[in-house]
């Protein structure tokens, strides 16, 4: 499993952070980024949950 942010649209919220931050960072733009290239086993919920969560629907799922 593999995440995207798309920063185009994402708004910097930090509500993925908030709910994996093993996962995501803000960038120098104030924006998430995925910083794993493949989800581990144990975060792939978190990970899914980050997806749902994103009020502006910039994380997606590959």
Do not use: H, Y
């Not at 509500?15 to 989800?39: A, G, R, W, Y």
């Amino acid at each position: 499993m593999k995440i995207k942010v798309d920063q185009d649209m994402c708004i910097g919220c930090g509500m993925c952070l908030d709910i994996c931050p093993e996962i995501f960072k803000l960038n120098s733009d104030d924006k998430s980024e995925c910083i794993v290239d493949e989800i581990p086993e144990d975060l792939k919920d978190k990970a899914k949950e980050s997806c749902e969560i994103c009020p502006v629907d910039a994380i997606s799922e590959e």
